[in-house]
């Protein structure tokens, strides 16, 4: 990026604004959990948690500990196995219910009925039937992207412009030609966005996994952030609990931009308007 | 059709407000960065109560020019005034949007949450002056003047575009405007639907004279409704040639197929066919 | 009874729906959608009781199920004729209602704000999307940690995803009304709070609609979550419990429960959008004009 361009950048009254706001919060969060110990008296909840100074510098610790990077590969693992799940079946699915409308009728109810089952209710019976912790963490995890990138695959699909497809009909073009030429790409910015938003789920559903099954001692895998944050829980190291919150949550961020610049590369026509 | 009314421009000046004079006008966009030159020096001069349409191809600029007066941009040199008054210019560069120019959007701005009647009455209602049964009376008497009655406690969403585009003139119309900036508003409609609209705009305008500031890029359609016609250059745009339309008013459709319309047509054609040439080949997307 | 196309665009209200009823039963759709169901159905029959496949046989069964949840007197404690079977019901009902209204009466009005100025924006989105990422269980710990008692962190988990989920899709649409229409607003003569009565909240009253919808899911998700990990009584718990008791049968009634009452929870938030949104309704209706 142009060096003019990033230095307007930093220098730009909305970037200032938003460092401001993040900067009282921290200070409201520093002073209302020091309060207790500087005047005696104790804050209501803030007062309860350990303070920012605190948290960072029990992550200052934790970089250097190669068992907290495990729980961060663990987790992400866990997450791309069944977000890639997710997306490979997801996604035909979705299309061939678009493109057949026999198969829609019969196949949509069922999905539709089994959809506002929330993915962790599939827990003990995931456990119950997968052999090992590790696959009944990945069922569920792939359950809770598998509705998102249907619903947004069938919504894209639906909303295809008519014309487009009677414009390849009329210039002679398969079935399959149109729907490699013109269904798969009209419907690839749905697919983008129903792929974000399953990605956020999935971190979702794999850090409350890691906590019930690890926490919940049923004999469940072991690891993963997840279960870092309810480990120093139960062990009472309060700034790790923190730690493990932020660490999940850049991880997540992280994720969902890789998601949509990898979408973006794949619909360039999307830029221009 | 209202009674023959003697329409000459002369008489009208002193007593019609609503004088738009555009000097010297130039807007650039983004100037620190592509620096795209969409209006060059642009002077127009309009009376009060002249139907101006400004005649151009795709992407010209006219729009912009429009945006400038109804206060939804800035420029970036020259001035406007409205009968005399400092619109925007130095010092001020953004005129404030006001209800002394209202503008009738292209793709229509009616509230879709509202009722037809709910959208007429919002601008008075808005400024409170009058009283609600006031407010009512006169929406419901100037609806059935345009030949909206019926069609009061309907939603935008549910009727034609063409009756959408009345009330939208309608809804304008309540605040006694100086100036009605109307941006290609009848793009959409099929030529059919047009030619009705064209006659109902005409008949609304004989009854509440209002200066109208009128983007299209249809020759029929500026030569059938102008006093005048401006034609102007692609883009940056500029006044390229002024085409004066000495047809009476009142106005029918029977113009349409008279010798001085169709020598009109000539005397535009040239200029705007070469204009719409020069935006083609430069690629221009239409605004 | 041979309707015309001309004769149904005239009809309204209740003709117009049994038009639409009857049209559907003589389509092949209820019947494939039997046929969907049941497959599924005849599925989990089969593999769990008659072949008794691995891994399947250990699950409850098909009539294992149905069997306990309509029994007088349940094996394991729960069918539609024990009263405690609607304790629980109400109980995450009542927990579902505190969060979500609580989120929908606070993410609203942020959502809007946030969408209309741009200077709120700047100063408070930011901080808004460093908080949003973290998933809602990571909170658990923090949770019971700043709240007494049981339930207060139960809600306030689900109150937070909700929460999340309203204002930002409030913001968004905020964002996506077409700018003529403010214009409009303004050369009528309207001023900034007009604009944004009249205006910024009716046209974004459809996206904020769509948005509670996404949040009442969400909610859900949430609720069964804190339920699991922490909380007595409930759907979740009840879930949760069936497994550490070995009362597998139970695990299905909940998980259905959930579903029918999450379906409708989520429908009668739509229906709601369309009540308030009697325009859109008929505008859609009437499809391309």
């Given at each position: 990026m142009n ?21 009282i919060?921290l200070?409201?969060w ?31 610790g934790?970089i250097?500990?190669?068992s907290?990077w495990?729980?961060w590969?663990?987790s ?5 196995g ?6 490979i ?5 979705g ?51 598998f ?9 894209g699909?639906k ?18 030609d ?22 956020g ?15 919940g ?10 279960f ?26 992280f ?10 590369r794949?619909t ?6 | ?10 008489s ?31 002077s ?13 191809p795709s ?71 009058l009283?609600?049964d ?6 419901l ?26 009330v ?5 119309l ?9 941006d290609?508003?009848?793009r ?27 983007i ?21 745009c ?18 349409l197929?008279s010798?001085r319309f169709?020598?009109?047509m ?6 705007v ?15 | ?14 003709a ?11 389509s ?5 959608m039997?046929?969907?169901v ?5 599925i ?48 995450s009902?009542?927990?579902i ?29 930011p ?20 709240f ?35 214009r ?25 609609f769509?948005?509670l919808q ?5 909610a ?31 695990i ?9 009452v ?20 008929r505008?859609?209706?009437?499809g391309?004009?």
């Amino acid at each position: 990026m142009n060096i003019i361009k990033l230095k307007d950048k930093v220098l730009s009254r909305a970037f200032w604004r938003g460092i401001i706001s993040i900067t009282i919060f921290l200070l409201i969060w520093e002073v209302g959990a020091r309060f207790e110990g500087w005047f005696g008296y104790l804050v209501p909840w803030i007062g309860l948690i350990p303070p920012p100074t605190d948290v960072f510098a029990s992550w200052g610790g934790l970089i250097g500990d190669p068992s907290y990077w495990g729980s961060w590969y663990l987790s992400f693992m866990r997450v791309l196995g069944g977000f890639c799940a997710a997306m490979i079946i997801g996604i035909p699915f979705g299309l061939f219910m678009a493109v057949n409308r026999t198969f829609h009728d019969t196949a949509f109810p069922s999905f539709e009925i089994l959809r506002p089952i929330p993915p962790l209710a599939w827990v003990p019976a995931s456990i119950i039937f997968w052999p090992t912790a590790e696959l009944s963490i990945a069922f569920v995890t792939f359950l809770g992207a598998f509705y998102t990138i249907v619903i947004n695959v069938l919504g894209g699909a639906k909303s295809i412009n008519k014309q487009y497809l009677q414009a390849a009909q009329s210039m002679g073009a398969s079935q399959w030609d149109i729907f490699r030429r013109v269904v798969l790409p009209a419907t690839l910015p749905s697919i983008v966005v129903g792929s974000a938003v399953g990605m956020g789920i999935t971190w979702e559903v794999v850090v409350a996994a890691e906590m019930i099954s690890g926490g919940g001692g049923s004999g469940g895998a072991g690891g993963g952030l997840g279960f870092f944050i309810w480990n120093s829980y139960v062990g009472g190291s309060y700034e790790q609990i923190v730690v493990g919150m932020i660490s999940i949550g850049i991880a997540g961020y992280f994720s969902s931009e890789m998601l949509r610049s990898l979408g973006g590369r794949l619909t360039p026509w999307l830029k221009t308007r | 059709m209202s009674a023959a009314m003697n329409t000459d421009t002369n008489s009208q000046k002193n007593i019609i407000k609503g004088a738009i004079r555009i000097e010297e006008v130039v807007k650039v966009y983004d100037p620190d960065g592509a620096a795209v030159m969409a209006v060059d020096h642009c002077s127009i001069d309009i009376p009060g109560g002249e139907i101006c349409m400004i005649v151009g191809p795709s992407g010209c600029g006219k729009t912009t020019l429009l945006n400038a007066i109804a206060g939804f941009h800035d420029i970036t040199s020259g001035q406007i005034y409205l009968d005399d008054e400092l619109l925007c210019g130095p010092g001020k560069m953004k005129a404030e949007p006001g209800s002394d120019r209202i503008v009738v959007f292209q793709n229509g701005a009616l509230f879709p949450w509202k009722s037809n009647l709910e959208n007429v009455v919002f601008g008075p209602m808005m400024a409170g002056k009058l009283s609600k049964d006031e407010v009512y009376e006169k929406a419901l008497k100037m609806m059935a003047d345009a030949g909206l009655n019926g069609t009061e406690h309907s939603f935008p969403g549910e009727v034609s575009s063409g009756l959408r585009r009345r009330v939208e003139i309608v809804r304008a119309l309540m605040l006694d405007p100086k100036v009605l900036l109307f941006d290609e508003p009848y793009r959409a409609l099929d030529s059919l639907t047009k030619s009705v609209m064209h006659e109902a705009l005409l008949d609304i305008y004989y009854k509440n004279k209002v200066t109208i500031f009128f983007i299209t890029h249809d020759l029929e359609e500026a030569i059938f409704l102008g006093h005048r016609l401006i034609i102007m250059s692609s883009r940056p745009c500029k006044p390229k040639k002024v085409v004066e339309v000495d047809i009476p008013h009142p106005r029918d459709y029977s113009v349409l197929t008279s010798p001085r319309f169709r020598e009109l047509m000539e005397e535009a054609k040239g200029v705007v066919h070469e204009e719409a040439k020069k935006a083609f080949e430069a690629g221009e997307k239409e605004g | 009874m041979n309707t015309t196309s001309l004769e149904a665009s005239e009809m309204t209200g209740m003709a117009l729906t049994m038009y639409r009823i009857s049209n559907w039963l003589k389509s092949p759709k209820p019947y494939l959608m039997l046929i969907g169901v049941g497959f599924l159905l005849g599925i989990w029959y089969l593999f769990v009781e008659v072949w008794k496949l691995p891994r399947f046989e250990d699950m409850p069964g098909l009539t294992e199920v149905v069997i306990e949840y309509f029994s007088k007197d349940p094996i394991y404690g729960l069918s539609v004729f024990t009263p405690e079977y609607y304790t629980h019901i109400g109980i995450s009902l009542r927990r579902i209602a505190y969060a979500f209204f609580l989120a929908t009466a606070l993410g609203v009005p942020l959502g809007l704000l946030l969408g209309w100025s741009k200077k709120f924006n700047e100063f408070i989105f930011p901080l808004f999307e460093v908080l949003r990422p973290i998933p809602i269980l990571a909170w658990v710990p923090l949770a019971i940690i700043m709240f007494s008692g049981s339930e207060t962190p139960v809600i306030f988990l689900t109150f937070l995803a909700s929460f999340f989920a309203t204002t930002l899709n409030t913001m968004l649409g905020v964002q996506s009304i077409d700018e003529s229409y403010t214009r409009a607003a303004r050369c009528l003569g309207a001023n900034g709070w007009q604009t944004f009565r009249h205006v910024i909240v009716p046209g974004a009253m459809p996206y904020i609609f769509t948005g509670l919808q996404i949040s009442i899911g969400v909610a859900w998700f949430s609720l069964v979550a804190g339920e699991m990990v922490s909380g007595q009584f409930g759907l979740g718990y009840v879930i949760n419990t069936a497994y550490t008791m070995v009362t597998y049968p139970t695990i299905v009634i909940g998980m259905i429960t959930l579903g029918v009452v999450g379906f409708v929870t989520s429908t009668m938030v739509r229906m709601a959008g369309d009540f308030m949104m009697q325009w859109r309704v008929r505008e859609l209706a009437l499809g391309d004009n």
